[in-house]
């Protein structure tokens, strides 16, 4: 059986000198690329961003909605509030305090 031997210095040059020739005339012989190709890639992606661009939006949209119904809901709460009787009893006082509590809450988490 025949031991290993280590290529020397001149032996490496040449494995890499024929391995640099060996890509570089894969790279050359590569077929150019199509220009049909290319436009149809290009109009895949411009779809694409499109179609991102339109979830955005949509996305926005829905956040201002919310904000939206959001402040209206506290603006409604409000004049109910405003139009109450003046003197309210206990239970309607603690109905009101626990519901402020229960919103303060539903805030913070």
Do not use: H
């Not at 049909?36 to 955005?56: G, H, M, P």
């Amino acid at each position: 059986m025949a031991s290993y031997k280590d290529p020397g210095f001149q032996e490496r040059t040449a494995l890499a000198q024929q391995a640099r020739l060996k890509a570089l005339q894969q790279l050359q012989n590569k077929p150019a690329a199509d220009e049909a190709v290319i436009a149809e890639r290009r109009a895949a992606q411009l779809k694409r961003e499109a179609a991102e661009e339109a979830k955005r939006a949509a996305k926005r949209a829905a956040m201002e909605q919310a904000k939206a119904d959001k402040l209206a809901k506290k603006l409604a709460q409000a004049e109910r509030i405003s139009a109450a009787p003046a003197e309210l009893t206990e239970a309607e006082k603690k109905a009101a305090r626990d519901a402020r509590y229960a919103a303060r809450k539903n805030r913070k988490s």
